[in-house]
């Protein structure tokens, strides 16, 4: 039977129902009947009796237990798989706690699927090969899972096709008088014995035939790699749509389910380029048949990420906080500014992981609907059933106004959500009571399982698997990846059964031979199933050479050189439209000489290395998210530093203070420091300053010190005159205003040290990375600046307090060498020569004055150009704002895009 006399008998109201091999296939008939009756001018019909295997295999499961149930006899109810997977999680688990494995979760997944292929091929358990330690494993597991079956009065829907042909066969269930059957040609043990008993019980078994093509016209597109070939593809379907946009257009691809987000980008960047994150996925002009898991859908990973933070006691990681906060799917998500104020505050209090309550407590004071909103998310911490826990769940989503407003897609993949917590909370026989967290895993791994694929108006443009493709037919047909090393695939047997039974009971993906013989059978069928195929393949797979699948007809003639790779049309169009408009800005507003400059000293070393950098981070207050890092980060370890050795020398005051210490006086006044000052960090960040981060530090902070100290003890006479930017006399810090060259600029220096009868030393703690004092970038000015404010200055010196690398590095005037050693005299300075114009400290602060006067120049002028020093942009949070590597993205050799 042909579609055109399928239809005809539905629109005469025959019954005849349809059995199709797949869901696809039985949606694609449901259409083409719908455009049947619209073509014949008919607005209304009822809808035709056609299922997929699976909605078949349930239905008919029902109309059984609803006939037993009449006749007084109580019919075993029929677990989801879901639930059935549940099951199988718990008796792996359960086993684990003797024979430990890895992954719990993705070994009761093998079992499942075990389970179903020994079903589908009729193969009989227990297998019984004590010698193979994996199928005993999964003898044991099959056991205890029946016997769980038995006692829930259960069964899966592995084992309705035995079911169903046992009431045929019994005459328990009614028979169709005719069914027809949709690409059903190389059915499985069990669907061929349950075909068999309905031809036995008086159904006439009715082929359908799928439209064929016999000699289709065949094009052959061979790209450089696999990238390519996807781009390539996409760009033809994009032709062959606007040729002919009622056109049914296929593309098929073996390893769909592996290749699903990179050809997704190619076909969005070709297709709908105009697609951005936040639309509704319904509006892709395509469709992808392979679903995605239903936890990945935005709106679902959403309530995930809510239930986790609301679950865990200690609180949420940042990033899964923040990526909540953010989401536009609760009563938060409109008020924009306000959680970027709260992400930006607890970033900055470094709170990883962060509790709800910190975060409540944290939003700004105009908001307590949002506060009470995340305190009212935070679930309990007892144990108890998943049905109590699926109430729990929902209830602190609707608390925090999750899931808001929902498009399209959204609003399905809400409505499968509801559909999968109900049934999460029929599992209290299976899991019994669950802690929070617990139950939010197994939640969380049903979610994982279920593949969720979107219902959307009917697309002429269709992705499909090979196995999906079966029984369909199209205008235009597009083959994808077909090379030697893809097609046959290679064998796959299923991990828990003995590979020589896979072998007798048929199982197709078990052996070559089956691989093969299977792929041929596909293969024919999709060279029938368009009257125009196009087939493509990579020429590079893996830095191999790869060739079209010797399952494929050869071309006759040379297909010619392979597809090279280029950028996607709709940039390329962008490109070639930028004769419009040539505009640089690369002004900004001057930075003002009448008040301190924004961003201080670090500005102008920001600056020398970008002036783009230093405009955006100062002038526009543009900074990438902080991420926390392990305590103390890079700023706690130097605030620690500074307030260390300030308090130390504010004491010791001079070499003569620090030489009249005895070593066990300098180490008891040195722990005294550090511990007093760990103490303040812990109070201020009690969350981070933990015992054993303290520990660690004070053993650390003190050999660095001392270290410090020693060589101090071997310098000639000083005497400290500043810290912090303030006298000795004085208390705290205090900044110091200057004029630069026409800024203003707050400094403080950390330290200035007093040489009797030579000068003075600018020192600068450091416990990072060092700059370079002398450059033809002035990128590290500190010293430089500080270094103006004294007339008598002689040397300027880092102080790292770091491993490995405690001590001294500067230079010093020539003639002041002696009373710092360690220091680099101006007259060795190496590669330096070309800088200076002299040998001397005169030379180097003409030097310096120079390249500030430059630097503030630039800064007056509003200079913001993207034009950063070799390796700058390798550490620097702004590439996404500014954008500079997309400038020569599309330039040729001789053009450069800015």
């Known amino acids: 039977m042909d579609r055109d006399t399928l239809f005809t008998a539905w629109a005469d109201a025959e019954t005849l129902p349809v059995l199709c091999v797949t869901r696809r296939l039985a949606d694609d008939l449901v259409h083409a009947y719908a455009r049947y009756r619209s073509a014949r001018g008919d607005t ?19 109309a059984l237990a609803q006939r037993d ?133 008086g159904t006439s078994l009715i082929r359908l035939e799928a439209p064929s093509w016999s000699q289709p016209t065949l094009d052959y597109l061979p790209c450089n790699d696999r990238a390519t070939e996807y781009a390539t593809v996409a760009g033809a379907v994009r032709d062959a749509a606007r040729a002919r946009p009622e056109a049914r257009i296929g593309v098929v691809v073996p390893d769909l389910a592996l290749q699903r987000d990179a050809i997704q980008r190619s076909f969005d960047a070709v297709l709908c380029p105009w697609l951005s994150p936040g639309d509704d996925p319904a509006r892709r002009p395509y469709r992808i048949s392979q679903g995605e898991a239903l936890a990945e859908q935005p709106v679902i990973r959403a309530a995930l990420d809510w239930l986790s933070w609301g679950a865990s006691a200690r609180g949420a990681a940042l990033n899964t906080a923040s990526r909540a906060l953010h989401t536009p799917f609760w009563q938060g998500g409109s008020e924009t500014g306000v959680i970027a104020q709260l992400d930006r505050a607890l970033r900055l209090a470094r709170l990883d992981p962060v509790p709800l309550e910190q975060a409540a407590r944290a939003l700004p004071g105009a908001t307590p609907t949002l506060a009470e909103a ?28 999750w899931p808001g407003t929902l498009d399209s897609t959204a609003f399905q993949a809400h409505r499968a959500w509801n559909e999968s917590l109900s049934a999460f909370g029929r599992l209290d026989s299976i899991t019994g009571s669950l802690s929070s967290t617990a139950a ?140 419009a408009e040539d505009w640089r800005d690369e002004r900004a507003h001057a930075a003002p000489g009448d008040r301190p400059l924004a961003g201080g000293v670090q500005r102008l070393g920001e600056y020398a290395e970008c002036p783009f950098r230093a405009l955006a981070h100062y002038g526009l207050g543009a900074e990438a998210p902080s991420e926390p890092e392990a305590a103390p980060d890079p700023m706690e370890r130097g605030q620690l530093a500074h307030d260390i050795m300030a308090s130390l020398w504010r004491s010791l005051r001079d070499s003569d203070g620090l030489r009249a210490l005895q070593p066990d006086a300098e180490a008891r006044q040195v722990a005294e420091a550090v511990d007093h000052h760990l103490q303040a960090w812990r109070q201020r960040a009690p969350h981070r300053a933990t015992e054993g981060v303290v520990t660690v530090e004070r053993a650390r902070l003190q050999r660095h010190v001392r270290a410090l100290l020693a060589i101090d003890r071997s310098r000639t006479d000083f005497a400290v005159e500043w810290l912090e930017g303030a ?5 705290g810090a205090i900044d110091h205003t200057i004029d630069l ?52 200055c002689v040397g300027v010196a880092y102080a790292p307090l770091r491993a490995g690398g405690t001590g001294y590095v500067g230079i010093i005037d020539n003639d002041a060498a002696e009373t710092m050693p360690m220091l680099t005299p101006v007259r060795k300075l190496r590669g330096a020569k070309a800088l200076l114009d002299d040998d001397d400290w005169a030379a180097v602060q003409r030097l310096w004055d120079t390249q500030l006067g430059a ?31 997309t400038r020569n993205a599309f330039a040729g050799d001789d053009e450069e895009i800015a």
Do not use: N
């Not at 829907?157 to 005459?171: D, H, N």
């Not at 998310?377 to 609707?398: I, N």
């Not at 006298?727 to 208390?731: A, E, G, S, T, V």
């Open 440 to 579: 939010l895993r197994r939640l969380r791994e049903q979610l994982h399982q279920q593949i969720f694929q979107p219902q959307s108006g009917g697309s002429h443009i269709q992705l499909l698997g090979v196995l999906e493709a079966a029984g369909l037919a199209f205008d235009t047909l597009f083959i994808v990846g077909l090379d030697e090393s893809q097609w046959p695939p290679e064998a796959r047997p299923i991990p828990l059964l003995p590979e020589a039974l896979q072998r007798r009971a048929g199982i197709p993906q078990a052996t070559a031979e089956g691989q093969l013989d299977r792929a041929r059978a596909i293969t024919d069928d999709l060279l029938t199933a368009a009257p125009e195929i196009t087939l493509s393949w990579p020429t590079q797979v893996d830095e191999q050479t790869a060739r079209l699948s010797a399952l494929l007809p050869a071309p006759a003639l040379d297909p010619g050189a392979p597809q090279a790779s280029e950028p996607s049309p709709a940039w390329r169009a962008l490109f070639s439209a930028r004769a």
């Open 374 to 401: 995340l305190r009212a998310a935070a679930l309990p911490r007892d144990r108890t059933l998943p049905s109590q826990w699926a109430q729990r769940f929902a209830t602190a989503l609707e608390a925090l106004g």
């Open 44 to 62: 209304a019909w009822p809808a035709p009796d056609c299922l997929g295997w699976r909605a078949w295999l349930v239905d008919r499961f029902e």
């Open 727 to 731: 006298l000795m006399d004085q208390r």
């Open 69 to 201: 149930a009449i006749a007084g006899t109580v019919p075993p109810r029929l677990l989801s798989d879901g639930e059935a997977l549940a099951l199988w999680y718990r008796i792996v688990s359960d086993a684990s706690a003797t024979h430990p494995l890895l992954q719990v979760p993705r070994m009761a997944q093998l079992a499942a699927d075990a389970w179903q292929s020994a079903h589908d091929y009729c193969v009989a358990l227990p297998v019984g090969l004590p010698e193979d330690e994996d199928a005993s494993a999964f003898d044991a597991w099959a056991a205890t899972f029946h016997h769980r079956l038995q006692e829930l009065t259960a069964i899966t829907v592995a084992e309705v096709p035995a079911v169903l042909e046992s009431a045929l066969r019994e005459g328990r269930l009614a028979a169709p008088k005719r069914l027809a059957v949709g690409a059903l040609d190389r059915p499985t043990p069990a669907q061929a014995r349950l075909l068999e008993a309905l031809a036995e019980a």
């Open 855 to 885: 630097v503030a120049a630039g800064l007056r002028a509003g200079d913001a150009r993207v034009d950063p020093l070799p390796g700058v942009c390798a550490r620097c949070d702004l590439q996404p704002f500014c954008r500079i590597h």
């Open 741 to 792: 060259h026409g800024l203003t600029v707050r400094v403080r220096p950390d330290r200035i040290d007093h040489i009797p009868g030579v000068g003075r030393i600018v020192i600068d703690y450091k416990t990072g990375r060092t700059g370079t004092p002398v450059a033809h970038t002035l990128t590290a000015p500190q010293l430089a600046v500080y270094a103006g404010l004294l007339e008598d």
